[in-house]
């Protein structure tokens, strides 16, 4: 124990007398033989702060007669260091019941607490550079979106220009899916994903999943095979469905990523003792004995998935699993070896029963390219992303301002009164948050629909949108579609004279 720097203490709970062993002195920095042996002297060497809750922590263990475990921070008595202690100990009772004496250990574990301090600033960091990283790789590929949502707007283009146009949309929103994985796997590691929970059949859910990947499947001339029961089309989840069509997204788009040309993929759900069961399953590339207990783990990838399918960050299945324990599900892969395929498990519970019709499908459908007659604001730093939304605006039928800065985006506010205001966040001087709340200080901009498009897409960055009186953040890249469709759902408000607009219900829903 002295080699240890492990210290035992005996506490009298009838008088209160405290006895220690030499090491508890070394511990607490007191000079040996000048502790006074009490439970009030022992109070004294405990930091002010955390007094209170050694004192409730004790006492609950001695009144629930269990194990007292408490970790706090002591200020030494020669040096006045700050240290961290962890105390350990049980109480002991007489026949009747009544606590007699507690028994213990002290150590110091400064150095512990030094190092998962030190790791939560690592982490800390890690995501502060995700989400610079995230927010600087969206701005361009902003510009990029709408290009290909005004190309899609022209009518009578070639072949050729189609071709090269959808081969632009995949790549951008694979590029946008990456970025959207780094950040979730960051939130998902540090318990910080809340689902946004809805009413959702499972056939809602794999048909919109398998339509992400139908382009990657056509590509490669896979044979998909879809075996859905009907019991199991019906079953009826408590999910977020948009996490939930990603989840299953990442399965499809990996079997079909490691699959050979031409191979066959099948997708089967059926509904077992209560539980909705789907598998995927392919004859790949498989998965070798040696990386399959660690499939779900952060950056695993196998020599032969490299090979077969340079690129991807390893996070994927990582993502799968953890998102399908938030649901209460389990997901688990197996594999006869390399070259012999693989197959992937997912079991869910059902939704709590409630009146049928309670039930809603939460899928919403995406906004056609049709003309859109509104007054539009733009306001962005990055000029070419500024400059091709307010074309992608204009081509629908919008009047359209673009400005690129915080001031000139207030000054054309009050001159124009728009319908809607795209605001950018991260603007140099006067930003989108501060612009936004200058707006709405303003009579004539209480009614206006304030719309913030950035590449900042964390949930703080959203709330601090919220709180500064934002009607909806949407993250760069944005599909054309979701801007347009923000956009529309600006609604003319009858009771302002200077005609100004304000979003509507289905605008305030997307606030989620």
């Known amino acids: 124990m002295r080699h240890a720097g492990l210290g035992t203490w005996d506490w009298d709970l009838r008088t ?16 040996e033989g000048e502790f006074e042996g009490s439970a009030a002297a ?99 590929l902003a510009p990029v979106r709408m290009t290909v949502g005004l190309l899609s707007a022209r009518a009578g283009e070639d072949a050729v220009v189609a071709r090269c146009r959808d081969i632009i949309e995949r790549q951008t929103a694979q590029m946008a899916r990456l970025l959207d994985d780094l950040l979730d796997v960051s939130r998902l590691s540090r318990g910080k994903v809340e689902l946004e929970l809805t009413r959702v059949t499972l056939g809602e859910v794999l048909d919109a999943a398998l339509e992400t990947c139908r382009p990657l499947n056509e ?68 998965i070798s004995p040696e990386v399959l207990p660690h499939l779900f783990e952060l950056f695993v990838q196998s020599s032969e998935a490299r090979r077969h399918a340079p690129g991807g960050l390893g996070i994927g299945l990582s993502m799968v699993s953890r998102l399908v324990q938030l649901h209460g599900g389990s997901v688990v892969a197996s594999s006869a070896g390399p070259g012999r395929g693989s197959e992937f498990c997912v079991r869910l519970p059902p939704a709590p029963s409630v009146p049928a019709s309670a039930s809603a499908s939460s899928r919403p459908e995406a906004a056609a390219l049709q003309p859109v007659r509104r007054r539009v604001l733009v306001a962005d730093d990055n000029v070419d992303a500024a400059d091709m939304t307010a074309l992608l605006l204009q081509t629908l039928g919008c009047e359209v301002c673009v400005v690129n800065d915080g001031e000139s ?14 605001l950018d966040l991260g603007m140099p001087g006067l930003d989108g948050y501060e612009t936004c709340r200058r707006i709405r200080a303003q009579p004539w901009g209480i009614a206006m629909a304030l719309v913030a498009l950035s590449g900042w897409s964390r949930e703080e960055d959203r709330f601090r949108s919220r709180e500064a009186g934002f009607d909806l953040h949407l993250a760069k890249p944005v599909e054309p579609s979701v801007l347009i469709q923000a956009v529309r759902d600006a609604r003319p408000c009858e009771n302002r004279r200077d005609g100004a607009s304000i979003a509507q219900d289905s605008l305030n829903d997307g606030r989620r």
């Open 219 to 286: 590509e490669q001339s896979h044979q998909l095979v879809v075996e859905l029961s009907q019991d199991a089309r019906a079953f009826v989840l408590l999910a977020d469905a948009a996490r939930l069509v990603g989840v299953f997204s990442n399965l499809f788009n990996n079997a079909a990523k490691y699959s050979h040309p031409g191979g066959r993929i099948e997708v089967s759900a059926t509904v077992e003792h209560g539980q909705a069961v789907v598998w995927v399953r392919d004859k790949g590339i498989g």
């Open 409 to 422: 985006a207030l000054r054309e506010a009050d001159r124009l009164r728009p319908d809607v205001v795209l």
């Open 42 to 140: 022992f109070a004294g060497l405990v930091h002010p702060n955390d007094r209170d809750r050694v004192s409730s922590c004790t006492k609950a263990a001695i009144e629930q007669r269990t194990l007292y475990e408490c970790d706090f921070r002591i200020l030494r008595r020669k040096d006045g260091a700050l240290r961290w202690v962890t105390n350990i100990g049980r109480a002991s009772y007489d026949g009747d019941g009544q606590p007699l004496r507690m028994v213990g250990t002290v150590s110091d574990i400064t150095e512990r607490k030094r190092t998962e301090q030190a790791l939560r600033d690592e982490a800390q960091r890690k995501d502060e550079f995700l989400a610079l990283l995230a927010h600087e790789l969206r701005n361009p």
């Open 16 to 31: 209160n007398a405290v006895g220690w062993s030499p090491e508890c002195y070394a511990v607490f920095g007191v000079p």
